[in-house]
C-alpha cells in the first residue's frame, strides 16, 4: 500500500483547512497514494495557546466532514481526517476515516489527554480497527501515542499492519529549529516514534503541522524502527511512500504475555 502524510501549515479557519486539504490530497492521488492523514484536530485547527481557534457548532464540522468526503471520492482516496466533534454531550478530539469513496467508516477518539486538554475535550473510551484495500489500521492520536504505547500495541495485537498517529508538536513563535531528524539533543518525540514501530513490528505514521519550531517532523518509520521517509522541517508538503505489509507481522506486539501483568 502506498500511503501519504499530511504536513499542512495552520489553517487560519475551516475553509481555509479544506482547501489545504483539497490541495494536498491531489498531491498524494497524483502519486497513487491510496490513504492520506492529516495533523491533530486540522478541522477546525489545534486550540494552541498563541493562536485563537473558535469552538465550532456540530453544523459547522459535519459540513466540513462532507466536504471531505467529496474531496476524498473525487480524488479516489481514503482520508483520515482529524478534527473536532460532538457526541451526545461530549465535545471529543477525533479523527474520521473516510473511504476513497467517500463513505466514512468510523472514527477513532483521543482517549489518553494530555493534562493540558482536559478543559478542551473529554477523553473518548473505545478503540477501534480500521480497514483500507485490506490493509488492516490503528489509530493513536498525539498525547497517547506519544505517552501510552499501550494505545498501539492494542491496534498491533489486533492485526494493524500500521497505527497512524496525528499530532501537535511545536510552535511558529517560539523553540528551537530543528534540522538533523532523530538527533541526540532533538526533543524525544522522534525516539518515540522509533519505539512505537520497532516494540510492536509495524509501520508508525506519525503526522504533524508545518511550524517554525517543530518539535518532530512527519515521519514514517518501518518495523525495524527505521525512518523510511520524513518531511523537512518547517515546509509543507506531502510524503508519500510504500509500506511492506509482509514486513509488519506484529510479532513483538503478539508476544506480549498480559496475564503476566495482572494483580
Not at 6 to 33: C, H, M, W, Y
Not at 124 to 149: D, L, Q
Not at 203 to 218: H, L, P
Request: aromatic residues 10%.
Amino acid at each position: 500500500m502506498k500511503v501519504a502524510l499530511a504536513s499542512p501549515a495552520f489553517p487560519k479557519s475551516i475553509a481555509d483547512g479544506l482547501a489545504i486539504t483539497e490541495r494536498l490530497v491531489k498531491n498524494a492521488a497524483a502519486q497513487q497514494a491510496e490513504i492520506i492523514c492529516f495533523p491533530e484536530s486540522f478541522i477546525p485547527g489545534y486550540p494552541l495557546a498563541d493562536v485563537k481557534v473558535e469552538k465550532s457548532s456540530q453544523e459547522e464540522l459535519q459540513a466540513a466532514l462532507n466536504k471531505v468526503c467529496e474531496i476524498a471520492a473525487t480524488n479516489n482516496i481514503a482520508i483520515i481526517m482529524p478534527m473536532d466533534w460532538y457526541e451526545g454531550d461530549k465535545f471529543l478530539n477525533i479523527a474520521q476515516v473516510i473511504s476513497a469513496t467517500g463513505e466514512v467508516l468510523g472514527y477513532q477518539t483521543k482517549n489518553q489527554l494530555d493534562p493540558s486538554e482536559d478543559t478542551t475535550w473529554q477523553p473518548g473510551t473505545g478503540r477501534s480497527i480500521f480497514e483500507v484495500n485490506g490493509v488492516k489500521f490503528g489509530i493513536t492520536i498525539c498525547h497517547e501515542g506519544f505517552r501510552y504505547p499501550e494505545s498501539v500495541r492494542w491496534a498491533a495485537r489486533e492485526g494493524a499492519s500500521i497505527v497512524f498517529h496525528p499530532h501537535l508538536s511545536g510552535s511558529d513563535t517560539e523553540g528551537v529549529q530543528l534540522s538533523d531528524w532523530g538527533n541526540i539533543n532533538s526533543p524525544y518525540y522522534e525516539k518515540a516514534m522509533m519505539m512505537r514501530a520497532l516494540e510492536n513490528t509495524i509501520y508508525f505514521a506519525s503526522v504533524g503541522y508545518t511550524m517554525k519550531y517543530q518539535k518532530a517532523a512527519t515521519s514514517l518509520i518501518a518495523p525495524n524502527g527505521k525512518c523510511v521517509a520524513y518531511q523537512a522541517y518547517g515546509i509543507e508538503g506531502v510524503i508519500v511512500a510504500e509500506i511492506d505489509t509482509e514486513m509488519a507481522t506484529g510479532l513483538l506486539a503478539k508476544r506480549f504475555k498480559p496475564e503476566l501483568y495482572q494483580k
